[in-house]
């Protein structure tokens, strides 16, 4: 994208701004340089530019890094008497809905009225979102993703310290993860990098080559990793196989010599004897696995065959990845809303638009890119398998995509455990809030409702029987627990990794006993709670049991 400051194509029919609200503007123009920010002029990419299925799985001995420093330098955009102006620039009827909803919201002073008109605000607040989306890619100017971005739609809606705060956030994805603005994120689906999220409800267009071909490609790449895992797996049990035959044989061949004639050996002993059974097994199974292995390579042969086909097509029609689906983009805008209304809650702060008096001045309250990474690396410390997805034997390290939701909601959800179509190796999605009372809670109801779906999924339909699911479920069920079942473990979970974690006894004994078991602490750390009183003492003679057993 190669997008400026400047006016969109449609500048002719800008609205004029209300004199009560230009007044509210700062009179600073002065604009740091777009592709200074976003480093997407041309053809360069950046790291978000990266399509994530390039990149290899994650080994599981990886983790998140922290990130110092969390904010940079702060930039003019919310200075600029233009900001404001440069958003509602060619949007059509509803820029114009928007300015005059704003502007009587900002001055009623009747609290019905003032109630009334921020309800209007929301519908039409995403309806300019996704209509920005609509005309995404080169001629996309900084001032409406900054909108995207943080729903900042008049700069003096917040005090001058919110707005250096916010102008202090990184741009650029410089940290090599998967965490997206909306903006970006938008990107991203337009583009074809990534499908578009799933919904229950009825496709609003049909897939586009972008679409189509990107499924192909990560359906393609699930099947040959998972292919290559199996070819693996039986290397490894032929060469434990052929390890056990030497072994045999070498027992076989080895005699005894008769102890007055040391030329002469004696015969076959019994346990000799009864090696031979077990050599004609070794045998028949070692042929066996060379006959699957001879299938299981040109099986193989066919996936990369196809593999390469579809590459060279994305090679071919080099746009295919470039161009933008503005209609898939636009349609994306939509389950990004309700990704807004999950964090929000029912009962929570549904206007969407950064206000001073809903907006925490701090920088540790801000859902940044750079504070959930840190967040999600002390929650994997503390939950290692977290990310962990184990399919046909083999474990990898699979981080979810992540989407920074500027919103007031206090939860963080998953959105998808993982893709459909791909369920081997493909990102999970997770909607984290922007602007909640406290983000560390955010991002870790977030990790337990992955927790719990990627359990569920596992367990299939005995999730309520086996396993972490069916454990909790079983005792959820005992103790007649009222409300969602999902909802208290991500109760649960929240108090494992923020008071547990430390020694402090917070969850039902038995509770206590399903997550040290199925959501383990490191090893160092239940090293240290095993002194940390009896209960943990317990917890931890009941491990080495289950290892002498090997029941664990």
Not at 131 to 143: M, R, T
Request: proline fraction near 4%; glycine fraction near 6%; charge should be negative.
């Amino acid at each position: 994208m190669a997008g400026t400051s400047g006016p969109s194509r449609n500048a002719g029919s800008s609205p004029d701004v209300d004199p009560d609200l230009a007044d509210l503007l700062g009179t600073n123009e002065s604009t740091p340089d777009f592709n200074e920010l976003f480093d997407t002029g041309g053809t360069q990419k950046t790291p978000d530019a990266a399509r994530p299925d390039d990149q290899p799985l994650g080994s599981t001995e990886k983790r998140f890094e922290k990130i110092e420093p969390a904010f940079g330098d702060a930039h003019d955009f919310f200075s600029s008497a233009n900001y404001y102006k440069q958003i509602l620039t060619g949007e059509g009827d509803i820029s114009k809905r928007i300015h005059g909803l704003l502007g009587s919201f900002l001055k009623a002073e009747d609290p019905q009225d003032r109630s009334m008109y921020r309800g209007k605000l929301a519908p039409a607040i995403w309806e300019l979102v996704s209509g920005i989306a609509a005309q995404a890619g080169s001629h996309l100017g900084l001032e409406k993703r900054l909108f995207q971005r943080f729903h900042l739609l008049l700069p003096t809606m917040i005090n001058p310290d919110q707005r250096e705060l916010l102008a202090r956030v990184p741009v650029k994805n410089r940290t090599g993860e998967p965490v997206f603005y909306v903006d970006e994120w938008l990107e991203q689906v337009g583009s074809g990098r990534v499908n578009q999220s799933a919904t229950d409800e009825t496709k609003l267009h049909a897939r586009s080559q972008n679409e189509k071909l990107n499924s192909r490609l990560e359906k393609t790449r699930g099947r040959r990793q998972a292919q290559e895992q199996l070819i693996r797996n039986k290397i490894e049990e032929l060469r434990s196989n052929e390890q056990r035959l030497t072994q045999l044989v070498r027992e076989i061949t080895t005699h005894e010599t008769r102890s007055d004639m040391d030329d002469l050996i004696l015969p076959y002993t019994d346990a000799q004897k009864s090696n031979f059974s077990d050599v004609s097994s070794i045998m028949r199974r070692m042929s066996n696995l060379g006959r699957e292995l001879e299938r299981d390579y040109r099986d193989l042969d066919l996936l990369l065959e196809e593999l390469k086909e579809l590459s060279e097509q994305s090679e071919d029609g080099e746009d295919v990845f470039e161009s933008m689906d503005t209609k898939a983009a636009a349609a994306e805008v939509g389950t990004v809303r309700q990704m807004a209304k999950l964090c929000v809650g029912r009962q929570g702060n549904h206007f969407p638009l950064v206000y001073k008096q809903y907006f925490k001045a701090s920088s540790f309250d801000i859902g940044t890119r750079e504070n959930v990474i840190n967040i999600l690396a002390d929650v994997e410390r503390l939950d290692p398998e977290l990310f962990h997805r184990t399919f046909k034997q083999q474990t990898n390290r699979i981080i979810p995509n992540v989407i920074l939701i500027p919103c007031y909601g206090d939860t963080g959800v998953c959105w998808e455990p993982f893709e459909r179509l791909n369920r081997a190796t493909s990102r999970g999605r997770l909607a984290i809030p922007m602007y909640p009372k406290d983000l560390k809670v955010a991002v870790i109801t977030a990790c337990a409702d992955l927790r719990w779906q990627v359990a569920k999924e596992k367990a299939a339909h005995y999730w309520m029987e086996e396993g972490l699911t069916g454990w909790y479920y079983q005792w959820f069920s005992e103790h007649k627990m009222k409300g969602d079942v999902k909802d208290r473990f991500i109760e649960d979970y929240v108090l494992w990794i923020s008071k547990e974690s430390e020694g402090t006894q917070k969850l039902d004994r038995e509770v206590r006993s399903i997550f040290w078991r199925y959501i383990p602490f490191p090893q160092d750390l239940r090293d240290t709670l095993k002194n940390r009183g009896f209960v943990y003492q317990e917890l931890y003679k009941k491990d080495q049991n289950r290892a002498i057993s090997d029941g664990y």
